[in-house]
């Protein structure tokens, strides 16, 4: 499986973004978005579950991200309200490797890393 993240762009403080992460076949895990921002560690954003069921926010992005998935298209999109210059970053989406909980936020439990999505956030 193959993860290709997209909808990255610039966008005003206040503003939204919709990023998309699209899987090239069905997948029966988690999957995860993180972002990076320069000179900073990789940081958990969201996740959902393989059936849609339960999600799972960061503490930064709680209230403001909305995370989804539909399964008939191999997606999962990232909705970003409220956007604030701290919210810049490289957006990644990855899938939970099977031997990891639910729950979990560790980079380390995610794999297939897909090539992120540059999200500006200007002020």
């Known amino acids: 499986v193959q993860l290709q993240a997209s909808g990255g762009g610039l966008v005003r403080a206040g503003g939204s973004l919709r990023v998309s992460c699209a899987a090239s076949?069905?997948?029966?895990?988690?999957t995860g978005w993180f972002r990076q921002a320069p000179g900073k560690e990789r940081e958990f954003v969201a996740a959902?579950?393989?059936?849609?069921?339960?999600?799972d926010y960061g503490d930064s992005v709680k209230g403001r991200f909305t995370i989804s998935r539909d399964s008939a298209k191999n997606t999962v999109d990232l909705q970003m309200n409220s956007l604030e210059p701290e919210d810049t970053a490289v957006y990644y989406c990855?899938?939970?490797?099977?031997?990891?909980?639910?729950?979990?936020?560790?980079?380390?439990?995610?794999?297939?890393w897909g090539r992120g999505t540059l999200v500006t956030v200007s002020s």
């Open positions: 990855a899938l939970k490797r099977p031997d990891a909980i639910w729950g979990t936020r560790f980079s380390t439990d995610f794999g297939f």
């Open positions: 076949g069905r997948t029966f895990r988690a």
């Open positions: 959902v579950h393989w059936n849609g069921g339960r999600t």
